[in-house]
């Protein structure tokens, strides 16, 4: 599959892309210029008023027969916040993590097993505020082969992986929208298969292709 030009994507071209862009022109880094911040301005604004809880995911990117992809989660039904949602493993930044990184790390592997040996962090992407009351870090890494995973079943209900050829690909990212303590809402979905990929996951890869695939 082609993706802007490359014919094989894998997880080192991802790599190499994201500190390319990373060490080249500077970027607006205010969340309110990416993703759906942008299209819910007002929203957003009304977030950065309030104290939101600093939390950090990780955006596992590693290579699959020859092709990159990247780790999600299904989160459980029992959990407070986003039960049941697609995710990116993460959580609450604790006070001993001391950055976001190694909050990333610590929750992926508590989550799925994923351990730390293995993963390479890249890059922040710009915070992503959630009407849950958090501040979300996403910390872009790839992680080198070898690595196994180990589901924490309280956390996580089931893993999958899905092509970043096909998730940077805007054909596949969806604008929809709905009505959020009486206001109408929009946000991105990106539908794969079974999996229906959408709020904060979807708001995080759609600033992932808008940084360094648009």
Request: hydrophobic share 40%.
């Amino acid at each position: 599959m082609t993706l802007n030009g490359l014919q094989h994507h894998t997880s080192d071209d991802f790599r190499q892309r994201v500190l390319d862009v990373s060490s080249g022109a500077a970027m607006p880094p205010d969340c309110i210029d990416h993703g759906d911040h942008r299209i819910n301005s007002d929203l957003v604004g009304d977030l950065l008023k309030k104290p939101l809880r600093p939390a950090a995911v990780l955006v596992p990117v590693f290579d699959r027969e020859g092709e990159a992809r990247v780790l999600l989660t299904q989160r459980t039904a029992k959990l407070r916040a986003h039960s049941g949602q697609i995710a990116f493993p993460g959580g609450a930044i604790d006070p001993g993590d001391r950055t976001a990184e190694r909050a990333a790390l610590r929750e992926a592997e508590e989550e799925i097993g994923l351990d730390p040996a293995f993963v390479e962090p890249l890059a922040r992407l710009p915070d992503y505020l959630t009407t849950s009351g958090f501040r979300i870090t996403p910390v872009l890494a790839r992680v080198h082969a070898g690595f196994a995973l180990s589901v924490n079943p309280h956390e996580v209900r089931a893993t999958f992986d899905v092509p970043l050829s096909f998730l940077m690909n805007p054909d596949n990212h969806r604008r929809e929208s709905g009505l959020f303590q009486g206001k109408e809402r929009h946000y991105f979905s990106i539908p794969y298969g079974p999996w229906f990929i959408w709020g904060v996951t979807a708001g995080i890869l759609r600033v992932l292709y808008e940084r360094y695939y648009a």
